[in-house]
Structure formats: C-alpha cells, structure tokens
C-alpha cells in the first residue's frame, strides 16, 4: 500500500480499473438475497468511504437496486464492482476486485437472517440481521440529515 494508502482493483477483463483507499483492512460479507444473486454467493466488500476512484467510467454499468443503494459493474465481463449508498455516495467494494484481496480480514457478516442453510463460514465474526443493518443505515441518514 502507498502513502496514501490507496489500492488498486478492476474488474476480470480490465476495462473498468479502480483505486480506492479501505475505511479499515477488513472485509464484510452481506448474504442478503440481492447481493446473492448480484455476485454469485455472499458478496465480500471492503468499506471504501468516499475514496473510490474509476480510471474511465465508459464501460461502468449502474444498477438502482433498492431506495439505498446501487449497485456497479462492468458492461463488458460482468464483474459486479461495488455496492454504493444513494443518500452518501459511500461505498462497498467487492474484495475479490482488488489486486490483493488477501489483505484484509474478515470480521462482519451482514443480513444472516437471510443466509440460506447450506453454507456457513468458519471465522468467528460479528453477525448482525437484517433489520439491526437497516436501522443502524437509517440512523447513520438521519444523522448525517440532522
């Protein structure tokens, strides 16, 4: 990682490439049924705030998934990219897009409720539901709207 502390990534064929700086070297798993079905399992991202940065935007495809977010990837191979907040531009980026995904750690699994039963990780990480990510989203909204 440079000074800054920012990362490169892209997608599988290249013509979307990216840097971003992590929030924290850690990496969040999401099992909701939109991400499932968006990255092909659970959707591993890193927390990117603000930071991310797409070299040429011309081959990025937007998807407006739900009143939250949108979801990004590449118009030419598919690759699903990132998970961006409509209300702050923050975003999710997909760990497997970067150069080193073997950086972070894995530390947070998101909508468990919505985890089907035939798989489960190993690692010991904090398991938040559904509704506890939606209302600590709403509460970080009404925060930054108050």
């Known amino acids: ?13 290249g013509a979307v490439s ?35 940065e797409i070299a040429d935007e011309a081959d990025l495809g937007v998807y407006r998934s739900s009143e939250w977010g949108e979801r990004a990837f590449c118009k030419k191979c598919g690759s699903s990219l990132f998970w961006r907040g409509v209300h702050d531009g923050s975003v999710a980026v997909s760990m497997q897009a970067f150069a ?8 947070e699994e998101i909508f468990v409720d919505d985890k089907p039963a035939n798989y489960a990780f190993a690692n010991e990480t904090r398991r938040l539901t559904g509704a506890e990510v939606v209302a600590a989203y709403a509460a970080k909204q009404e925060a930054n709207n108050g």
């Open 100 to 107: 080193e995904p073997e950086r972070f750690n894995f530390v």
């Open 18 to 52: 990216f840097t971003a700086v992590p929030s924290k070297m850690e990496m969040d798993v999401c099992h909701c049924g939109m991400c499932r079905r968006w990255s092909g399992g659970a959707f591993m991202a890193v927390g990117c705030g603000n930071s991310l």
């Open 1 to 13: 990682m440079g000074e800054s502390g920012r990362l490169t990534g892209r997608c599988l064929c």
